[in-house]
């Protein structure tokens, strides 16, 4: 999947040894560096050609109005799209007034390394100028993750062979409105063709409206308002340099450009080292003069301490999290890479994104526009739970944050309570296509799961009594207007109906199974936690019932219709419908579909695919694992059986999902196979959009496949337990949880499970494996055999399995694939009663010459 002469395999380091145009998009993804807050793209600090110059502040964007081709009441109306924060990037270098440009340059050695250990970026190039000079330039980039507000770019010019006048020219451009003069525009043309994974294009002529700008020394700063949005942005730059050759200092300053350049008589041998700090602050609300106020004090306390010490704390930051957050694989050293690329890419989308969402891109591209989906809660705060649960608490105020808008939704579509956004930045829905967007209501319960995950994993019950209630008390109320209660045979049973699931292949269709199955568990913990409240804490459940209007009865009720969810099943086939009408269409044959039309979403309207039994993403199996606890071992596999030779993989969301059931259910050379193709999707670039943005739901999906499927960790109502899969051909794989205070060391072996509990705990954790219940103390190792690592399934299910079945009522499923032709096909199968003889036969030799 990797050209390892390119980039080789070390545990620590992604490392480039040869430039190539051919990928720069994806090697921007790749080596961009950030904190959760701020995200700069790995371009080259010669600020030239790139497939996009991309500077990322998380929630700064702009707003524009949404055109349907045909309007109607309660689309979204006003679409947000990320905006590209002003480039500080740029250190351009210059010898005898020769630009060093990658392209052209005759480049004697070159490394680019980013270093998970040191959380930096590093690049390593000599250049041999048409002159003769050897020159030798080194650059360092970091993000600080202990102070969100600042970056530092550093640049150290050697010339080897001779003396040589040096020019070090440092700008901030703004990108998102013009082109540099040399033309490296995020404007440019990108490539053709439709894909909905991009971000929109913004009209307006000017987005990034011009405010106070300024330069004093060697500082710099610009600051803009966003044009319809109202969000305003500063970005200040201050420079140090240091050499023992002569140097003088120039610069410029317009509204959309600041240079301080320096010109050095530099002499053979003699280093010259420019050292770049620079703050970006952003706002909803606060004008940029006060935004440059804030900018300045970043920068001088920065500056106070020394940049050693920004050195020095992005170190000891990256050891903290390390030894809280690193999953070790044994014997494969190029796993391991992966996985830590991975993790640290968690670490630069979450990390300082303090109380706003984490974009499906983090802030190392513009792909999605920069939005915030159910990614966030279903695939990355697991991680963050049981390693970093601040950041995890973080991310779940953000949703707290969002109720009002929430409210106003559901209010719009006639439902009590509130409906998060599929896709906002702001809070408000901005997802025009509402069939594979609003009607994704179960994004109410995945935010109720990831919160109920979080105070399970963390005891956190402040901040769930305090703020985490209104949004249990809130989704489960719209899931009581939504749905709608059935008489007939038998006990009264609970519906949903016109819902998009998981699977956006299929949509607005009766019953999902995944979106019942996580309705139900939003309407009991949202019942459980209320009586709770009432019970342990009644000061704040009286604030709670002021504050929501909340009737005792509500909470009842919010039990009945869980009792009485109907859950599909086909006793015909032994497996879980994906909703109530899934098994009456034809089965797509993914397996004779040719290659050049996937993804599918790509090639076929979606009327054509939703006629069809065809899964983009895992949709009834995610249930299966994330409400496990209510399937039986032998569903799990039929349901397996019967989805996975459906299952496109077209999202990178898929995958890991897959992984994790295919581990537990047997198929254990095919999970490894699906977790392959996980950890690779960015590095390999399987689904070839990396070029727009790390995709960081599927890097958080890499944890919990190593964790849950591997590792076989669950915990369903809140305890603890495993049961574990480690593939045959790794010896060991170890991984910490934090749960609650304590901080689990857990060691997987084929012969044994080995938990620890760091010394110093105050309190023991109880566990299980595979049934058989332990207590753990402080400084206690307590270490379980294994008999077996589950059970051993060869290859995977495949198509054929649907040639001998037949649906409820008794008719045959088959599969095909959907006619790609512009003549129309004759009419093949049963020939209805008085039809024509030979119609479907293709065949019209006996018709007349007028027929």
Sequence with gaps: MIDRDRFPVDPWRLIETSYSEEDTGVTETLFAVGNGYLGLRGNQPEGRRAHEHGTFINGLHETWPIRHAEQAYGFAEVGQTIVNAPDAKVMRVYIDDEPLSLDVADVREYERVLDFREGLLRRHVVWCTPSGKQVQVDFDRIVSFDEKHLALMRLTVTVLNADAPVTVSCQLINRQDGEDVYGGSVKRAKAAGFDPRKAERIAA???????????????????????????TVAVAADHLIETENDYEARNLIEPDIAKN???????????????????????????????????????????????????????????????????????????????????????????????????????????????????????????????????????????????????????????????????????????????????????????????????????????????????????????????????????????????????????????????????????????????????????????????????????????????????????????????????????????????DRRPLLLHFHPLVIYRFQVLKQADVVLALFLQGNHFSAEEKLADFQYYDPLTTGDSTLSAVVQAILAAEVGYQDLALEYFEQSIFVDLGDLHHNAADGVHVASAGGVWTALVCGFGGMRDHYGELSFDPRLPESWPELSYTLRWHDAHLNVTLTREALTLSLDEGEAEPVAFSVRGREYVIAPGEEISVELADQGPVRSGRPTIEQFEDIRREDGTLLSASVPTVTTVIPALTGPIPVGSVSGLGTGDDSDLGADS
Aim: charge should be negative; include cysteine; charged fraction near 25%.
């Design 261 to 595: 350049v320096f010109r050095v008589h530099a002499k053979q041998g003699v280093p010259i080292t420019v050292t770049k700090l620079v703050s970006y602050h952003s706002s909803r609300g606060v004008p940029a003069r006060e935004l440059v106020d804030r900018c300045r004090r970043t920068l001088d306390r920065a500056e106070f301490e020394g940049v050693e010490s920004v050195y020095e704390r992005q170190r000891e930051w990256m050891d903290a999290f390390w030894k809280r957050s690193d999953v070790r694989i044994g014997g494969h050293d190029d796993l391991q890479q992966a996985t830590r690329w991975c993790l640290f890419q968690l670490a630069q989308a979450a990390s300082r994104a303090d109380g706003q969402g984490v974009p499906a891109k983090g802030v190392t591209g513009s792909g999605y526009s920069g939005h915030y989906f159910w990614d966030t809660e279903i695939y990355v705060l697991p991680f963050l739970t049981y390693t970093s649960p601040l950041w995890a608490r973080n991310a779940l105020r953000m949703r707290a944050l969002m109720l009002p808008a929430a409210r106003r939704r559901a209010f719009q579509l006639n439902e009590a309570g509130a409906l998060f956004p599929w896709r906002t930045i702001n809070g408000e829905e901005a997802s025009a296509y509402y069939a594979a967007g609003t009607a994704q209501y179960h994004i109410n319960a995945d935010v109720t799961y990831a919160l109920a995950k979080y105070v399970r994993g963390t005891g956190d019950v402040d901040f769930l009594y305090r703020e985490g209630i209104d949004i249990a008390v809130e989704t489960a109320r719209l899931w009581t207007t939504l749905g709608f209660w059935r008489e007939g045979e038998g006990d009264p049973t609970f519906h949903i109906h016109g819902v998009t699931g998981p699977d956006e292949y299929t949509t607005v269709v009766n019953d999902n199974l995944f979106t019942n199955v996580m309705a139900r568990f939003n309407l009991r913990f949202a019942a459980r936690t209320v009586r709770e409240m009432e019970h342990d804490a009644p000061d704040a459940y009286r604030l709670m019932v002021d504050r929501l209007g909340l009737d005792p009865l509500e909470a009842e009720g919010w039990d009945l219709a869980a009792e009485a969810m109907h859950i599909p099943f086909s006793p015909a086939l032994g497996i879980h419908p994906q909703d109530s009408l899934f098994l009456e269409r034809e089965v797509w044959d993914l397996e004779n579909t040719p290659a």
């Design 205 to 231: 002529d000017r987005v990034l409206l011009p405010q106070e700008y300024w330069q004093e020394g060697v500082r710099s700063t610009l600051s803009y308002q966003v044009n319809e949005s109202g969000m």
